[in-house]
RNA sequence: GCGCCCGUAGCUCAGUUGGAUAGAGUGUUGGUUUCCGAAACCAAAGGUCGCAGGUUCGAAUCCUGCCGGGCGCACCA
């Protein structure tokens, strides 16, 4: 079912093109000046200068048209054309009374089930997770479960950096040390990971061996694959608890190793089709195109040594890609900085012929992230913050605030453990994803794990809040009604509830959760006052009261699905 | 040097793709609890939308030029 904005612009797009103009003028939207209209239809005035008339007049033969239609109970002309539309409660209650039925709270789901795979995450072996992880993780995770809930099959997958240089250093550090093949704990990874790079940043002999080693793994040597393997297992169980902790879930474990195999025939199938070239002793292929307005480098396939470059991995896990799971789109989730590679290596897929040009290939890329001095976020002390430790910090704060209410008391130790663990990650979550993707941000530690405004918990405050008013409700016997009777009280939310689909509809478009972070916060706040202002128990007016319920009750319901999607867990009570 | 992104209230950010009086949170000030959860609600103050031109009925939004900040430009990932 459509959302009530996309019902009236269908009847005004029709009313457009009965005078000759075009339909995409009947757009109708919520009305940015609520004191005047509930919508508006701002068409008659871009008409006005295609059809080279007064927009007034255009405004007025569009409102004649219109007023046959018995779901306005108002239509207004304003200023230079405006054309302002109020609906009848009736009819919005109707409306209202189907979305409620609706499983899918009146989101459509897309025809066709077609496959999207999402690569996010991107954490490092070897490496701990720090807060840098964090933004490709939450985004990535909620870009899932929206897509998933447009009807494709969404398909996660954290593709690990597994392969390359880092991995021939750590290797032959080990060897250096005389351990190699002996088992390994992460602290121990964690520790030769930056001993390893520093002693080949500065003694060119031990990245010659590192370089040496790099190859030898990517050729298979058994000793190094061996080694190689134990410290994946070891890295792989610390990330599963990072992302088991943040509720981010993947559905593919894949790294850049597994596509090594891939790599030969595909370069060989380059080579032998003319893209791949010889250039200052490395197989590039060149992406230049014309139009380009700046020098775009080609994409390097093998070094000069042979070796492989990320980009050739990233284009073997699009050949991968498109023969398993045989995708309509690949979206990237990682830090806009790489959007250069990106391009080059889209362009690299479509000319290569590895992707149809049908195929969409998107790097959903996000800001870099600042410390509140606006400069790379670091700790105190100068280094990077483990993810680990920031959501500790935040479950810690959970418990203060906890321990502060007189609600805790009478909980056991299990479900107090269990609220500020979703308080926490709530907190998290909703202060990332509140940002536009594409921005740089600040990286706040108080005010991501900060509880009162526009925060996370404020959210699962007023979810709670419902839950215990409807809890109560039905203790009195009392049950939402499936009619929505409106007053002057119930109006605003009521209008609210029927934006959802369009703010769906935009967040999957252009792969921008913020907007429904925005949405869920407006939800909120706009109930919070509805309930200030409305006693809803002790409502003597049968008729009423179970509407209000039923307001509650969608409420309710739309911010379960709206926080789902963002990836965060409302607890019973907090 | 070339290119990309950003510049909106003291601070952190929205702004539905060109619409009416630019909105939130935080911070500041004042108010609200014999009543469904005060992690709340109501209200006030706070703005040359970086600057200057241009396009038009109409610009935070589009175009041009500056200023300021961030980032990237072939054998790292």
């Given at each position: 079912m459509a959302s009530i904005a996309e019902k009236l612009t269908d009847i005004t797009g029709a009313a457009f093109a009965a005078l000759d103009l075009p339909v995409e003028l009947g757009q109708v939207r919520v009305s940015d000046r609520p004191d005047l209209a509930q919508f508006q239809c701002n068409g008659a005035m871009a008409a006005s200068k295609m059809a080279k008339k007064n927009p007034r007049e255009i405004a007025q033969a569009v409102v004649e048209a219109l007023?046959?239609?018995?779901?306005?109970s108002k239509i207004e002309i304003a200023g230079p054309g405006f054309i302002n539309l109020n609906i009848t409660d009736d009819y919005l209650a109707s409306h209202l009374a189907q979305s409620a039925g609706d499983e899918r709270l009146g989101v459509e789901k897309i025809a066709k089930q077609e496959t999207i795979v999402l690569d996010y995450g991107g954490p490092n072996i070897a490496k701990p997770m720090h807060v840098g992880h964090l933004r490709s993780s939450i985004i990535g995770d909620s870009l899932r479960r929206i897509c998933d809930f447009a009807g494709y099959s969404a398909i996660g997958d954290v593709h690990m950096g597994d392969w390359g240089r880092p991995m021939g250093m750590i290797l032959s550090v080990l060897e250096a040390r005389g351990t190699l093949g002996e088992p390994v704990t992460m602290d121990q990874l964690e520790e030769i990971y930056p001993a390893a790079a520093k002693a080949c940043k500065e003694d060119e002999a031990q990245m010659e061996k590192a370089r040496e080693a790099t190859v030898k793994l990517q050729d298979g040597d058994e000793t190094y694959k061996a080694a190689w393997k134990q410290f994946i297992d070891v890295s792989v169980k610390g990330m599963k608890k990072n992302f088991d902790a943040l509720g981010v879930h993947f559905d593919l474990w894949k790294g850049e190793a597994d596509v090594h195999e891939l790599i030969a025939p595909m370069v060989n199938k380059l080579k032998t089709n003319g893209f791949a070239v010889e250039s200052e002793g490395a197989l590039v292929i060149s992406v230049e195109q014309e139009g380009d307005k700046k020098e775009m480098p080609p994409l390097i396939l093998?070094?000069?040594?042979g070796g492989v470059m990320y980009g050739t991995t990233d284009l073997a896990t699009i050949v991968e890609r498109m023969e398993e799971n045989n995708p309509v789109k690949i979206i990237y989730v990682v830090d806009q900085r790489q959007s250069l590679h990106f391009e080059q290596v889209f362009r690299a897929a479509y000319k290569g012929g590895i992707v149809p040009e049908n195929i969409e290939l998107t790097h959903a890329g996000f800001g870099t992230m600042n410390g509140p001095d606006g400069k790379p976020f670091k700790t105190r002390a100068g280094g990077v913050m483990r993810l680990e430790d920031l959501i500790s910090m935040g479950i810690e704060k959970a418990q203060a605030r906890l321990a502060e209410a007189d609600l805790a008391r009478d909980m056991d130790k299990g479900e107090r453990a269990d609220i500020a663990q979703k308080v926490a990650i709530a907190a998290i979550k909703f202060a990332d994803l509140q940002n536009n993707r594409i921005a740089d941000y600040v990286f706040d530690i108080d005010r991501m794990t900060s509880f009162e405004g526009k925060t996370g918990p404020y959210l699962l405050y007023q979810a709670v809040r419902i839950k215990s008013l409807l809890r109560k409700a039905e203790g009195q016997g009392f049950k939402p009604g499936k009619e929505f009777l409106l007053r002057d009280s119930d109006r605003s939310l009521a209008l609210l509830l029927t934006e959802l689909p369009n703010v769906f509809e935009g967040a999957l478009k252009n792969y921008t959760p913020h907007l429904l972070c925005e949405y869920a916060y407006r939800l909120a706040q706009e109930f919070s006052s509805f309930y200030a202002a409305c006693h809803i128990l002790s409502e003597e007016d049968e008729a009423l009261r179970s509407s209000r319920l039923a307001l509650c009750e969608l409420t309710q319901s739309q911010i379960v699905l709206v926080l789902g999607l963002l990836g965060i867990k409302i607890p019973e009570r907090m």
């Open positions: 007023q046959s239609h018995k779901e306005f093998l070094k000069s040594d």
